[in-house]
């Protein structure tokens, strides 16, 4: 005859109450049924009252482990010898009574579900007897966390009373590896991934008195879901990691080899500034200082660190590599790996959301991390490039579109987006507007889904902004109303592309040469667009071909829309002196956006054309025809290769001075006093950053590489606040002598006025280009000629304040 149902029942040193359990079951069970006892490798009398159990009732069957293997190998091998069309698996304690099941049948029957599971945390359940407070405490963070990394939307994966289809019972429990408590995960998820349906049932529930479930059972779980995470984990992911991984460091690697004394050749002073804010965001977490502010550089005014870029997100939990092994190798790792997982970002959201073949996710995620003018900010931006919440906020926002647990994704959207803001926010300026572009054109390309998803994803948005606002309120006051905060920062009319230089090739891409993007761009730093003809053909001809697909059309209009407000205000025609008024004019001096280099927008193009390429590889790799197969993956090949990165140029960095190396500055400075660096560094030349950072932020200095106010309107500058004195430093170092005016009565009384105004205790002028023009400057100015101490000019100038 079938069996109708299995009941399977764990038991490890169950003596005093496996007995009247299975008296409990055998009444209470009708029709053809069997009830397995999976004995544990018990060391009482479990194994024995299960036999003499079988002997009375020959449904009951006794099944024994090798060992004290755990409730999942044991599980695993009474559902194993199993023959119910159905399988019950229940603890031996019943603290679910089995009068419940009932109700787990009625909801696989009516349900048309795969497997009804009891539930604790149902809001019809009924708990008589509650845990201990702390076990309780635990249950729910454990429950928590596992449905945020293992089976969203199941409320409580660990009550011990679950009913199942059979053959789909034997079939998951067959798959699964785990031999502890984390089993029920493992087999939720297995019936996840099936597409089979769970259904969570309100049970009656008490708590037992000599459960096995002790505190450090939690622990056991938790280790048992990273080795489920880790069996989750396909090869193919694996590979993809690796490769971008692989290739971050080879672009790093004349970075890595020598971080003692290398510096990346096209990086202007962005090194120095960067390597300085890990430094200082370290040292005020060290020493519980506010990590909003410091007076290190711009003395004594001091740095708005908000209104500036140190990426508190990072440096604040790199604060021990910063500590032990110094600001240069944090620079290092945030290069290397925050590309990376950018990169695998991208990854995940296209295999995820876009398409089915995960290279072709890998091919169109490289193109977004590793895109030129993504290699072109990873000289000195790490802000624009470690863009890896980016594609968690996206997600985030399409689960909105969905409907489906609109608070929670909201409240998590909320959490990511403030994570952003402490990356970057330009960048994530910059990807809000990608974002709405996409979903204009989506929308407009498809009215229903654009109908059925704007009220949970308006909601959702409500739900994310008063997560967020909380938590990010007090930064952003500290940024736009906190010392030394300011307006805005402007760039000029010149700061946008050129229609060239969408067309060309980077300075750092194999088909590209320095000496074309240098005509095209700002700098090294800011080659923002430089995709290479080829790739914006391709781009075309997939878009004409796969039109009909409302997401191609989204692509192609965010990349084309991105393309031409990043041309900037006035637009010039190559080759000829013809401009026009191009549409960023409308955004140019508007908040937020008056800050924004414009040329940065055909960012956006990346992605964007990455979610194409993706698109098309997907279906050329499914190609029936298999000459179309091959041509269309050459032709993608073809395209890509002349836009890979080349490996970054480094150059040899000047050692510190002996004078700052050794702390000789500090027999002329006191608490509150600066070290004025001859001449004041500034966005130009800031090497005393570095000399500052290499040695423990032990002193002060006036000048500096960052943003602040300028002028009674606070505009945004780059640098400190100019004074004569340094200007005129800083006119004698890259002029020379010529540069050197009649220096007299009033250039030395501005000079006395503005090292009082900088509190200086010495001044001091190290080796460098055009030194000799520089000290006859300073020793006109104070009247004196300068003491040599440790290789560098010295001034004494604390009588001055």
């Known amino acids: 005859m079938t069996t109708e149902l299995s009941v399977v029942v764990p038991a490890y040193n169950e003596e005093g109450r496996l007995e009247p359990t299975l008296d409990a079951i055998s009444s209470y069970l009708q029709g053809s049924w069997e009830l397995i006892v999976v004995d544990d490798g018990s060391t009482d009398g479990t194994a024995r009252i299960a036999r003499e159990a079988a002997v009375r009732d020959p449904r009951i069957r006794l099944v024994s482990s090798d060992g004290n293997r755990g409730k999942g190998h044991a599980l695993r091998i009474g559902v194993q010898a199993s023959r119910g069309e159905r399988v019950l698996i229940t603890d031996a304690d019943l603290a679910t009574p089995i009068g419940e099941l009932d109700g787990l049948v009625k909801e696989l029957e009516a349900g048309g579900n795969a497997a009804a599971i009891g539930s604790r ?9 509650h845990q201990v407070r702390l076990r309780e405490w635990l249950g729910r963070l454990g429950n928590g966390l596992i449905r945020a990394v293992a089976v969203p939307g199941i409320r409580d994966t660990q009550c011990g009373f679950k009913l199942f289809e059979g053959e789909k019972a034997r079939e998951a429990f067959a798959d699964a590896r785990l031999d502890g408590w984390a089993i029920d995960v493992e087999i939720l998820q297995y019936f996840r991934r099936q597409g089979w349906p769970v259904a969570e049932v309100p049970v009656r529930w008490s708590h037992q008195e000599g459960s096995k479930v002790g505190p450090l059972a939690y622990v056991g779980v938790l280790a048992e879901l990273v080795k489920l995470k880790a069996r989750a984990v396909r090869r193919i992911d694996l590979a993809v990691c690796g490769l971008f991984l692989l290739g971050s460091v080879l672009l790093y690697k004349n970075l890595w080899t020598d971080l003692d004394h290398g510096y990346l050749r096209d990086s202007l002073q962005d090194q120095n500034q960067w390597e300085w804010f890990f430094g200082v965001t370290a040292h005020n ?3 519980l200082q506010n990590p909003l502010f410091t007076t290190f550089q711009g003395f004594p005014d001091g740095v708005n660190l908000m209104g500036n870029t140190p990426m508190l997100g990072l440096s604040v939990p790199l604060t021990p590599v910063t500590l032990l092994f110094g600001p240069t190798v944090t620079w290092a790792l945030v290069l290397t790996l925050g590309i990376t997982a950018t990169a695998v970002s991208w990854y995940w959201l296209f295999a995820r959301r876009l398409v089915r ?26 802000n624009f490039m470690v863009l890896f919440m980016i594609p968690v906020i996206i997600d985030r926002a399409l689960r909105l579109c969905e409907g489906k647990r609109v608070v929670r994704d909201g409240v998590l959207l909320g959490l990511f987006t403030t994570y952003q803001l402490f990356l970057g926010e330009e960048p994530f300026l910059l990807a809000a507007v990608g974002m709405l572009l996409f979903a204009v ?6 009215r229903d889904v654009a109908r059925a998803a704007v009220r949970p994803l308006l909601k959702g948005l409500g739900i994310a ?16 109303f906190g010392a030394q905060s300011y307006h805005s920062v402007l760039h000029g009319d010149g700061a946008g592309n050129s229609p060239l230089s969408l067309l060309q090739f980077s300075g750092r891409s194999l088909a590209g040469t320095d000496k074309t993007a240098d005509t095209l761009a700002l700098n090294r730093t800011e080659q923002n667009a430089f995709y290479g003809w080829p790739l914006v053909a391709l781009a075309f001809a997939i878009t004409v071909r796969m039109w009909r697909h409302a997401v191609v059309k989204a692509f192609a209009f ?3 829309v991105a393309a031409v407000l990043s041309l900037g205000v006035k637009i010039r025609i190559p080759y000829t002196d013809f401009t026009f008024t191009g549409p960023w004019r409308a955004l140019a001096h508007q908040p937020l956006f008056e800050s924004v280099i414009e040329g940065r927008v055909a960012m956006i193009c990346a992605p964007a054309l990455g979610g194409l390429l993706a698109l098309a ?9 298999p000459a179309y197969k091959v041509v269309g993956l050459f032709a993608v090949a073809a395209v890509l290769l002349p836009v890979l990165p080349t490996s970054y140029p480094v150059r040899d960095r000047e050692p510190v001075p002996y004078f700052y190396a050794h702390s000789l500055w500090k027999k002329y400075t006191t608490h509150g006093e600066s070290v004025v660096p001859v001449p004041l560094p500034d966005p130009g030349s800031a090497e005393s950053l570095h000399w500052q950072a290499e040695t423990g932020f032990g002193f002060s200095q006036p000048g500096g590489y960052f943003n602040g106010p300028w002028g009674k309107d606070r505009m945004g500058i780059y640098g400190a606040s100019p004074r004569f004195t340094s200007n005129l430093l800083s006119d004698v170092r890259y002029g020379g002598e010529a540069k050197i005016p009649t220096i007299g009565p009033n250039w030395q ?20 280009y055009n030194e000799a023009a520089l000290y006859t400057t300073v020793s006109k100015l104070l009247g004196s000629p300068g003491e040599r101490v440790g290789g560098a000019w010295v001034w004494d100038v604390r009588e001055l304040h």
């Open 357 to 382: 073949n995960r290279w072709a996710a890998a091919v169109g995620a490289g193109l977004a991390a590793f895109a030129p003018p993504m290699i072109s900010h990873g000289n000195a931006h790490p």
């Open 465 to 480: 902004a008063a997560t967020a606002l909380p938590l990010v309120a007090y930064p952003l006051y500290w940024q736009f």
């Open 285 to 287: 977490v060290s020493h």
């Open 441 to 446: 054109a989506y929308a407009l390309a498809d």
């Open 558 to 560: 965010t990349a084309l």
């Open 121 to 129: 945390a149902h809001p019809e359940s009924n708990v008589e007897v």
């Open 749 to 768: 009384a501005q000079a006395r006025a503005d090292l009082a105004f900088w509190k200086a205790g010495v001044v001091v002028l190290t080796p460098q």
């Open 617 to 625: 590889v997907d279906r050329l790799v499914v190609a029936k025809v």
